[in-house]
């Protein structure tokens, strides 16, 4: 059973075809490392509009795969949306980028990605 992340609403969605359920985690390690670094760089380069490009794009796939991390995403997106100078979101970004980290090394050793 999953350590990092959840795959019961994925199996939801996939109503019993597990090779979209598949095709969902490759869809994840494809696309959440790439969102995610463009995080760690613009966070601290206080780049507001791709920090909320890169957690707004990630919201849906965090969400559906349950990664306990959805609140601190909400921050960064928020974070960059409305350009709070006086918020440090440093630790929401660590948080993120650590469930990230551990979401898509389990995901590769579970599906053999």
Do not use: C
């Not at 992340?5 to 869809?27: N, Q, S, T």
């Not at 490392?33 to 490009?53: C, F, G, K, N, S």
Request: charged share 35%; glycine share 4%; proline share 4%.
């Amino acid at each position: 059973m999953p350590e990092y992340y959840k795959l019961d609403r994925v199996r939801e969605l996939a109503d019993g075809d597990e090779e979209f359920v598949e095709a969902l985690a490759a869809a994840f390690l494809e696309e959440v490392p790439v969102d995610a670094e463009r995080l760690r760089v613009a966070v601290p380069a206080i780049d507001y509009y791709e920090a909320y490009q890169a957690a707004h794009k990630m919201k849906p796939t965090i969400d559906l795969f349950e990664l306990g991390v959805y609140d601190q995403l909400i921050e960064l997106q928020d974070w960059g949306k409305f350009e709070q100078e006086d918020k440090d979101v440093s630790k929401q970004l660590q948080t993120l980028l650590t469930a990230v980290d551990n979401t898509v090394n389990e995901i590769k050793k579970d599906f053999g990605l």
